[in-house]
Each structure stands twice: as C-alpha cells, then as structure tokens.
C-alpha cells in the first residue's frame, strides 16, 4: 500500500496560492494638499518575522531610507491538521478522464493549513493601509480555487479563513534601536489531499435507461414508459457542457407510440 510513488503538489500549491492574495498590496503618501508624492509596493518574502526584524537589527546604516526596507510583508506555514468535520467515507472513490483514459480516485482527506502573515512596519498609517486592504475580504472567509490534482483536472474551492489579529509595537529601547511595528494574522487554508491515482477498468456512462411501470408486476404490466438519455456528444468528457437528448417512448395495452423530444441544456 504504503510505497506507490505519488506527488500532487497539493501543499506546495496552497502554500503559493496563499502567497499571491498578497503580492499586489501598495500604500501612498500623500502631501497637506492631498496630491500623492509616493508610492510603494509592498514587499513580500517567504520566512517567519523574525528573521526580518534581524536583519533590520543587524543593518548598520540607520539612516538608510525607510522606504527601501520598511514596511514589508511576510508569510509562512505553522501548521498542518486534519479536519474530522469535513470527512467523508474513506472508500468511496469517484472517476475522472485526462482525455483519454478513464481515472479512479478515492475521496480527498480533508486538512487544516496553519498560515502566519506579519505585516512589519515603522509607520503605524503604513500598516494601518495594509490592513484596511486585507480584511474586508475575509467574512471570516475567501474562497481561492486551485488545481489540485492536475492530471485529472480536479479543481476545489479552497476557503481562506481569518482566524486572529494580533499587534505589536517594538518602542522600547534606546534612541539606536529600530522601532517595528508588526501586525500578525493568523489563517487556515481548509484544503484536501488526494491519493494516488489509479487506471480504471470502466468507462464512462454514455447512456442511460430508465423503465417506470404503473404496479409492481413487470411480468403482466399494462402501462410503460421509458426515458433513454444520451450524453451529446456520445465521446463528451469531463469539460463538456454535457448537451442531452432525450427520447420517451410510451406503451400501452400493446399499442406503441413514441414522441420524441430533444433538451439542450
């Protein structure tokens, strides 16, 4: 069991999603007239706070322009859980094509993604206009969706939940030591993790038919109607807008009449 080789990128891929909700913040200064004379793109990093604020702490130029350093972003994962509330049966499974073969997997095991985001800045309207741009998105949540399982064309809603708001205001110290202003907002990324992905032997259903007798005695019935659907087009896979047509055939005391209507949905 334990041994098959597999790799869905599935964590990577949250973990870089996350990323990019982020990567688009700006803030701007504006003069006592209200004309705006910068603009600045906020920098984000992958790592923990700390490590930021030791670099700062190590920079020997303190009179290096704000602007270059400070404020930036940064993010990293703390946490991985697994989440009971949304589990499902661990031997159902469901198909999938790739365009050519049919897929067999079973259901995704639901996990809880722990991230960190540290808003650092030495201007407190700095962080204060990071902020205001973060959280009106998340009530409490923000739904990404993201390709889990590439080969299969398996793409889930992902929802971002906001899950705590802390601050941090580094003042004390003497006039040589830099002040750090951090927001910390915690989140968790409600994901799924699929299994490998198996070859299977069936294929996929291209008609189906469906029999309605008026009693229970299908051996001497005296009334009948059957609805035959068919997937149009016949080969329609997994990106098809799935057209039907169907075809109802009515019987009755031996005598056969067969109107036929079509449905595009």
């Known amino acids: ?49 700390q490590k930021f604020l030791a670099r700062l702490e190590q920079q020997a130029d303190l009179n290096k322009p704000v ?41 995704p095991v639901p996990y809880n993604i722990g991230f960190e985001l540290n808003i650092l800045a030495k201007l407190n309207d700095d962080a204060l206009q990071i902020i205001e741009q973060i959280l009106p998105y998340f009530q409490p949540s923000f739904n ?20 705590s708001i802390n601050f941090q205001d580094d003042y004390e110290g003497d006039f040589s030591t830099r002040r750090a202003l951090i927001y910390t907002l915690g989140f968790t990324a409600k994901t799924y993790l699929f299994g490998p992905v198996a070859e299977s032997s069936e294929g996929l259903i291209k008609k189906v038919q469906v029999d309605f007798a008026a009693n229970t005695d299908t051996q001497n019935t005296k009334r009948e109607m059957r609805y035959t659907v068919t997937p149009d087009p016949v080969d329609a896979g997994p990106d098809d807008d799935f057209g039907f047509n169907e075809t109802t055939a009515i019987f009755s005391d031996s005598k056969s009449y067969s109107p036929t209507r079509q449905i595009d949905i």
């Open 1 to 49: 069991m334990l041994g098959t080789y597999y790799y869905h990128e599935i964590v990577r891929k949250t973990i870089v999603s996350f990323g990019t909700l982020f990567n688009a913040i700006s803030i701007r200064h504006d003069d006592s007239a209200g004309n705006t004379y910068s603009e600045l793109k906020v920098p984000l990093a992958y790592g923990p706070s």
């Open 67 to 107: 602007g270059i350093t400070l404020p930036r972003m940064s993010f990293e994962m703390n946490s991985i859980n697994y989440d009971s509330s949304r589990k499902t049966g661990i031997t159902q499974t469901f198909k999938a094509s790739d365009g050519n073969n049919i897929k067999k997997v079973f259901m």
């Open 144 to 163: 990404l969706t993201v390709d889990l399982v590439k080969s299969i064309g398996e793409k889930r809603d992902i929802p971002i939940v906001l899950d």
